[in-house]
């Protein structure tokens, strides 16, 4: 089991930038996958990047492509969320989210998630 706490969300105006981070209670080394989702208010959840521990694999959300970036630092146990030219509709709360089950489920519904992080971006 794993406990995960994100931090970094703010507000910043369209074009800027932000990092997020997801401190892990237990140790990530064994996770197959982790991930970051988000979800604005009337929408629907919707998965922003992952990465796939072993090989340390990386897929985006068309939206997000090019702008955000994904990493996981095993040593200090965290998920980090770096991005960068944010828009308005960048807006909602981030869950970072874990998944231990081979092949890990990501994509779709991880295991355990996190309490959010509010991201707001003005025009």
């Known amino acids: 089991q794993v406990q995960l706490v994100e931090s970094g969300g703010g507000s910043v105006q369209a074009g800027g930038s932000l990092r997020l981070s997801c401190a892990a209670s237990?140790?990530?080394?064994?996770?197959?996958?982790m991930a970051w989702f988000r979800q604005a208010p009337g929408k629907e959840r919707e998965g922003v990047a992952r990465?796939?521990?072993?090989?340390?694999?990386?897929y985006y959300a068309d939206s997000v492509k090019d702008r955000f970036t994904i990493s996981q630092d095993n040593a200090k146990n965290s998920l980090n969320l770096q991005m960068h030219s944010l828009k308005p509709g960048d807006t909602a709360m981030y869950y970072c989210?874990?998944?231990?089950?081979?092949?890990?489920?990501?994509?779709?519904?991880?295991?355990?998630w996190g309490q959010g992080t509010q991201v707001t971006v003005s025009s």
């Open positions: 989210a874990a998944d231990f089950r081979i092949g890990g489920y990501c994509d779709t519904e991880p295991q355990y």
């Open positions: 990465i796939y521990t072993r090989g340390g694999d990386t």
């Open positions: 237990g140790n990530i080394y064994w996770t197959s996958c």
